[in-house]
């Protein structure tokens, strides 16, 4: 793949016939995010929050049913960029796929715009668009603006409870919270597993509550995560109904989401 500035705020990508793919494109917006220079007053790395990504009609007909895995392979990907990085972002993180509707592209090139937005200034998602949003969990905690080892909990929200042998922590509904051992400069929406042991990673794993059940996630240099008993793979997720269990590092640290 080679990746082209066009100006400040575009890129043009050269997927070189590689079949364009979720990693394909999180690979080309990881690549993208490393193109930005900019530095805040105490000269930490900003990063764009905002990318679009433009692609010849068939290109994004092969991609459009694939949303579910595209947003898995970003996660994975932006967060291994996250961690070289530790930068700062101004808004959620936010990916929008969209085709070339003045049919100019050939298949095998695409577009990135990116932007620096702030969240409250987001547009809306037009009909036919592919977007994503990640908050602080989707990057490994890294993209962050503030560290706290503070759990967040919606006063109004229903809540699933985590429990471990150390303490427990109350996960509102849809908040994606990241899990492991205490540590300073713990980023955002992080549990802090008093009691874990050294094989407990710093982040090890991220955790959101749905109505019914739970989504669990490793992170990819993560020790082991059973869920339920089975193994997730690194950088893997997975959803189960509640109550659930978890074991990480193969029993060390175990875990109830009732």
Request: net charge neutral; glycine share 8%.
């Amino acid at each position: 793949m080679k990746l082209r500035r066009e100006g400040n705020e575009q890129f043009r990508v050269d997927f070189k016939k590689a079949q364009i793919d979720p990693f394909a494109i999180a690979q080309a917006i990881a690549q993208t995010m490393r193109e930005c220079t900019v530095r805040g007053a105490t000269g930490k790395p900003l990063v764009w929050n905002d990318y679009r990504v433009i692609l010849a009609k068939p290109d994004f007909e092969s991609i459009r049913p694939l949303q579910a895995p595209l947003e898995r392979d970003l996660r994975t990907v932006l967060a291994g960029e996250a961690q070289t990085r530790k930068a700062e972002l101004v808004g959620e993180l936010r990916v929008t796929v969209v085709f070339d509707e003045a049919d100019e592209l050939r298949a095998g090139d695409a577009v990135i715009r990116v932007a620096f937005v702030p969240t409250e200034k987001a547009s809306a998602p037009r009909a036919g668009e592919l977007t994503m949003r990640f908050d602080g969990w989707a990057v490994a905690g890294e993209i962050i603006a503030k560290p706290t080892d503070t759990v967040h909990v919606a006063d109004t929200a229903t809540y699933a409870t985590m429990r471990w042998s150390g303490g427990e922590a109350r996960l509102a509904i849809a908040q994606t919270m990241i899990a492991g051992r205490p540590h300073a400069d713990a980023p955002p929406h992080f549990i802090s597993l008093h009691g874990a042991g050294a094989t407990v990673n710093k982040q090890h794993f991220w955790i959101a509550a749905t109505p019914t059940g739970v989504r669990i996630g490793r992170y990819p240099k993560a020790n082991p995560v059973h869920v339920n008993g089975a193994l997730l793979d690194a950088g893997g997720e997975t959803e189960v109904a509640r109550p659930a269990e978890i074991s990480l590092s193969r029993g060390d640290l175990m875990l109830t989401v009732k």
